[in-house]
């Protein structure tokens, strides 16, 4: 017969097994997926296929900054793939070389690479910011203010795709100043990687040294005690959504460059794969929290996992199927944990 004192052991240790579980239940599974592809595929581990997984990773990663402030708001972004398409389709159509026969824009000339950057970022920028406006002035759930905006801008896109001097056809033969930019390595470290890491540090110092930033986390915390306190909410949610947007316009812009080509179905289901690996790196839908690392982690686990299973030669099928699963678990832990906390 156990006595009052090991029974309360025994539920005291059931119960730290229970937290731990609900805290990384979805790492302990990841890590499993990750043992299975280094088991099957022992030449998973090299310097090539970690540049590789690197390299895959840093377009994600920077989108993944943009919708996880709007996930630390309590919010999601269904827009962000088709808004990351039409930022490839405005840079690609005007960084084509000048001898290409099927010019989007035959008489353009040679343009400094800044410029679509720019006019990129601030189309995206506004069109992101019109989310947030809808969300903050209107109270209208992120999850359908994005969700009008993907089917709004994909129209968009759609028009100014087909208006080119060639018709809609995907858009390519871009010039080398802007691939070489993009692709490549700088000191034996891809490029991409290195744009990579340059966002970190700024998302990390907006999210952590500045006013901004506290104000994220305050009103994805509480709002009314963040409006209480003196925080303009209406302002932050816009701000956030805008930055978002101009990460997806830098998303875009490198994306383009990376694949070679751009389209009106470029960035197609881009959404779902940011906000899964924010989920997975402890970005919480409870809203107020959320950290640089935790992204990025996520990130990286995903990617290992899509180029892993890609390495085995997975059927794409299967792997959606994987992605999903991992995605309602790492959704459902949260949940628990955020119940846990209440």
Same mark, same amino acid.
């Given at each position: 017969m156990k006595t009052p004192v090991i029974s309360r052991?025994?539920?005291?240790?059931? +119960?730290?097994?229970?937290?731990? &579980?609900?805290?990384?239940? @979805?790492?302990?599974? @990841?890590?499993?997926?990750?043992?299975?592809?280094?088991?099957?595929? *022992?030449?998973? @581990?090299?310097? /090539?296929?970690?540049?590789?997984? &690197?390299? +895959?990773?840093?377009?994600?990663?920077?989108?993944?900054?943009?919708?996880?402030?709007?996930?630390?708001?309590?919010?999601?972004? $269904?827009? $962000?793939?088709?808004?990351?398409?039409?930022?490839?389709? @405005? =840079?690609? =159509?005007? $960084? +084509?070389?000048?001898?290409?026969?099927?010019?989007?824009? *035959?008489? &353009? /000339?040679?343009? *400094?690479?800044?410029? /679509?950057?720019?006019?990129a970022c601030v189309v995206i920028g506004l069109l992101s910011g019109v989310n947030g406006w809808v969300v903050a002035k209107f109270k209208i759930h992120p999850f359908l203010a994005t969700l009008g905006m993907m089917i709004t801008a994909y129209g968009i896109l759609s028009i100014y795709f087909a208006s080119g001097a060639p018709g809609p056809q995907p858009i390519g033969g871009f010039d080398t100043r802007y691939t070489q930019a993009v692709v490549g390595t700088f000191l034996g470290i891809p490029k991409l990687v290195i744009y990579a890491a340059l966002t970190s540090v700024v998302v990390w110092i907006l999210w952590n040294k500045t006013t901004f930033g506290k104000n994220l986390f305050a009103v994805g915390g509480n709002p009314e005690a963040a409006e209480v306190s003196g925080v303009n909410v209406t302002r932050t949610i816009i701000m956030v959504y805008v930055f978002a947007g101009i990460l997806y316009g830098i998303g875009g812009f490198l994306e383009a460059a990376r694949i070679g080509s751009a389209n009106n179905g470029t960035g197609f289901g881009y959404e779902l794969d940011a906000i899964a690996a924010c989920v997975v790196g402890g970005i919480s839908f409870s809203g107020g929290i959320g950290k640089v690392s935790g992204a990025i982690a996520g990130v990286l686990m995903f990617t290992i996992i899509s180029y892993g299973m890609t390495f085995m030669g997975l059927d794409q099928y299967y792997q959606y199927i994987i992605k999903g699963v991992i995605i309602v678990v790492a959704v459902a832990l949260d949940n628990k944990k955020y119940l846990k906390k209440v």
């Open positions: 052991l025994f539920t005291v240790r059931s +119960q730290n097994w229970k937290d731990f &579980l609900i805290n990384n239940g @979805i790492y302990i599974v @990841i890590a499993l997926i990750i043992g299975v592809i280094v088991v099957n595929e *022992p030449r998973f @581990i090299s310097i /090539p296929v970690f540049r590789n997984i &690197l390299t +895959q990773s840093s377009v994600r990663l920077i989108l993944a900054f943009g919708v996880a402030g709007i996930i630390i708001l309590q919010g999601t972004d $269904l827009s $962000l793939g088709r808004l990351v398409g039409f930022a490839a389709v @405005i =840079s690609g =159509s005007m $960084l +084509q070389r000048a001898d290409y026969a099927s010019r989007f824009y *035959p008489d &353009l /000339p040679a343009l *400094p690479l800044i410029v /679509p950057l720019v006019i």
